[in-house]
């Protein structure tokens, strides 16, 4: 055991009587900060499957601009207060789930894309990275399931270069959001947020539509994955529940955008709803049903890693992250 | 794109023609389970410092053998059950945490001991591991500061062979904490967890007493770092105030062990409290003082990665995790 203060004290001595007039600078220590986030990759058992959480980063973003709807402004920087965030900011993580069943390596949603990284200095378009950091070949993920065509959940299925990112995967969407984004008769049904993303899906998927597989609410769309139809978010809006054995896990993909909020108060509208009022009754439709069921919920805009229990709480409800397992 | 289901049917009726009387075992996915963890390793800013939160893992227990002293079995097994645990189940992490102040690499509290890595298949005595996944030599840091004498802070002072584990560092001991486990006269003050780990201390530090610095309450045990006396959980048992410039967290060590469960209920006792009563009295005023600042707290027995803000709730306080942020 050194004594590093008197060691210090001693350089200091002699470095003060070599060059009094010159204040002497802290030393630094021996290893410099990282300065930045370790690969953001969680792992857990369901019963047979293993599940992987990984995330696609985070984007910050001001509440007093239009984030929730029908609130105030005021009432809403207010919240990021009382969840002691930085005041008007709330950060909305996106998390993409990796599962693989035993037979199949199974991706549900893929973040913003990975040409977003360097234009985010890294903040977002991760999961290309943190797939690699986890191991996982891209070229080996047989399934991906999109769960509604918003950007951050579908962009990612290219790489900065416009080619696939998971080229050997079955690509499956859920057949009324692709009827409802691909007909221009809707275009008018959109507004907002919705409106300037119109154009998103037949970008994303220009090429692809004789590939893609088309999924139907209560039916597998992968082997212990069952697609659940929660509308309103976007028309073809989809959860899913994971089945291994007697154990399962509910997949709530955007019944709410950050549960801080949105679960809390459930009738607060976010922007990217499509049908705000029909989104609030499948939110509290689903949540109801998480809480009889006490099952584990997965959120692509919770807190990395992204899960855990819904608890009614006064007139909302609120999440009980799962407790980090240091093993698996 | 490739069509894998139909790839697969091709396969699977070929297969049949051949051996038609065996059912077909569903191909495995290319990528096997990884069946383990990633290293629990999360960085955070804290003014000029750099925070790297490190599990040393977890340990399960069973509540229904007097983890709580003063509740009934049945109040404590339900508990779990409220939780989302496995019945009559808790969690026990360990977080030691390593503060880079920029001039001095520092580390509060060293979890189980590297000995426990391999006896625990990997579930406690992760230090090590994660400080090297981490990027940290063992041997850059330079200050080792202990919290309180139980064997999950101290005993990681040690690897397996009984050696330093952090030879360059200056080791800074509580000074009343020291003298409580060091005579022979308070052994009758202690019972039950603390009577059969009263030898513990002395085991540690049995080569080292002219070696350790003692550091006292109210002063900076390493720069920025200052000691809160928080006793009742031991009577030398230390927090830490955190300060960089004008942003500030606070360390709890053992003012809870887990918070579910003791941050919630305040007034029960973990069986490892020396005196109990005082450890209520010290846990009640430091959450008044953590719900007043506003301050981060970091909690050795949280969930990792270990940090939150305290919140009154009911008769109690609850955490709200920090947000996970994939970037720094």
Same mark, same amino acid.
């Not at 065509?149 to 080229?167: E, K, M, Q, T, V």
């Not at 309103?232 to 028309?235: A, E, F, V």
């Not at 099952?295 to 407790?323: C, N, Q, W």
């Given at each position: 055991?050194?004594?590093?203060?008197? /060691?210090?004290?001693?350089?200091?001595?002699?470095?003060?009587?070599?060059?009094?007039?010159?204040?002497?600078?802290?030393?630094?220590?021996? =290893?410099?900060?990282?300065? %930045?986030?370790? @690969?953001?990759?969680?792992?857990?058992?369901?019963?047979? +499957?293993?599940?992987?959480?990984?995330?696609?980063?985070?984007? /910050?973003?001001?509440?007093?601009?239009?984030?929730?709807?029908?609130?105030? %402004?005021?009432?809403?920087?207010?919240?990021?207060?009382?969840?002691?965030?930085?005041?008007?900011?709330?950060?909305? @993580?996106?998390?993409?789930?990796?599962?693989?069943?035993?037979?199949?390596?199974?991706?549900?949603?893929?973040?913003?894309?990975?040409?977003?990284?360097?234009?985010?200095?890294?903040?977002?378009?991760?999961? $290309?990275?943190?797939?690699?950091?986890?191991?996982?070949?891209?070229?080996?993920?047989?399934?991906?399931i999109?769960?509604?065509?918003?950007?951050?959940?579908?962009?990612?299925? !290219?790489?900065?270069?416009?080619?696939?990112?998971?080229?050997?995967?079955?690509?499956k969407?859920p057949g009324v959001?692709?009827?409802?984004?691909?007909?221009?008769?809707?275009?008018?049904?959109?507004?907002?947020?919705? %409106?300037?993303?119109?154009?998103?899906?037949?970008?994303?998927?220009?090429?692809?539509?004789?590939?893609?597989?088309k999924y139907e609410a209560g039916k597998e769309v992968a082997?212990g994955i069952t697609a659940i139809h929660t509308p309103?978010?976007?028309?073809g809006h989809m959860s899913f529940a =994971?089945q291994?054995?007697?154990? /399962?896990?509910l997949? $709530?993909?955007?019944?709410?955008?950050? @549960?801080? +909020?949105?679960?809390?108060?459930?009738?607060?509208?976010?922007?990217?709803?499509?049908?705000?009022?029909?989104?609030?009754?499948?939110? !509290?439709?689903?949540?109801?049903m998480?809480?009889?069921? %006490?099952?584990?919920?997965?959120? +692509?805009?919770?807190?990395?890693?992204?899960?855990?229990?819904?608890?009614?709480?006064?007139?909302?409800?609120?999440?009980?992250?799962?407790?980090?397992?240091?093993?698996?």
């Open positions: 055991m050194i004594d590093v203060s008197r /060691r210090h004290l001693l350089a200091g001595a002699a470095a003060a009587a070599l060059v009094p007039a010159v204040p002497m600078r802290p030393a630094r220590a021996a =290893v410099p900060p990282a300065g %930045k986030q370790v @690969p953001g990759i969680y792992r857990q058992k369901l019963g047979d +499957f293993e599940l992987t959480q990984l995330t696609d980063g985070a984007a /910050r973003r001001p509440v007093s601009n239009g984030y929730v709807v029908n609130i105030s %402004k005021e009432e809403a920087v207010a919240e990021t207060e009382k969840l002691h965030y930085p005041k008007d900011q709330v950060v909305v @993580p996106f998390n993409p789930l990796l599962i693989n069943t035993g037979s199949k390596l199974v991706l549900i949603d893929t973040g913003v894309g990975a040409g977003m990284y360097e234009k985010s200095k890294g903040a977002v378009g991760q999961l $290309q990275t943190n797939l690699a950091a986890a191991g996982i070949d891209r070229n080996a993920i047989d399934i991906v999109l769960s509604h065509f918003h950007g951050d959940h579908i962009n990612g299925i !290219r790489l900065g270069d416009g080619s696939l990112a998971f080229p050997n995967a079955e690509l969407v959001e692709w009827d409802f984004w691909m007909s221009d008769a809707n275009a008018d049904k959109v507004s907002g947020y919705n %409106k300037g993303a119109w154009g998103v899906p037949r970008g994303v998927f220009k090429d692809l539509a004789g590939k893609v597989t082997p309103g978010h976007t028309p =994971v291994s054995g007697s154990a /399962r896990a997949v $709530q993909s955007d019944v709410t955008n950050i @549960p801080q +909020f949105f679960m809390q108060h459930p009738d607060w509208h976010v922007e990217y709803d499509v049908d705000p009022a029909m989104a609030v009754q499948t939110r !509290r439709k689903f949540y109801d998480a809480v009889t069921e %006490k099952t584990m919920v997965i959120g +692509f805009h919770f807190s990395f890693p992204a899960a855990g229990y819904v608890e009614k709480d006064g007139t909302g409800y609120r999440l009980v992250p799962i407790v980090w397992n240091p093993g698996i």
